[in-house]
């Protein structure tokens, strides 16, 4: 995965705003065209989140996840 995981590539860029509001890991894995949620999770929203760009909540019982 290398450094540019955190950093502020293209998917990511597009990815961080589009979780000015808390997603879910389907609706972000919808967003970025990938089939699988859980390739998602590894490759794009765990390395932003351990960069601390974005953070994990739950809201309304599920865990969602939004930008910093």
């Not at 502020?8 to 808390?22: Q, S, V, Y």
């Amino acid at each position: 995965c290398g450094a540019t995981c955190a950093g502020k590539t293209g998917k990511n860029t597009a990815l961080l705003d589009f979780c000015e509001i808390p997603r879910t890991r389907e609706e972000i894995a919808a967003f970025l065209h990938v089939k699988s949620p859980y390739y998602t999770m590894r490759r794009y929203v765990t390395p932003l989140v351990n960069g601390g760009a974005l953070q994990i909540v739950t809201e309304n019982g599920r865990k969602a996840y939004r930008r910093r």
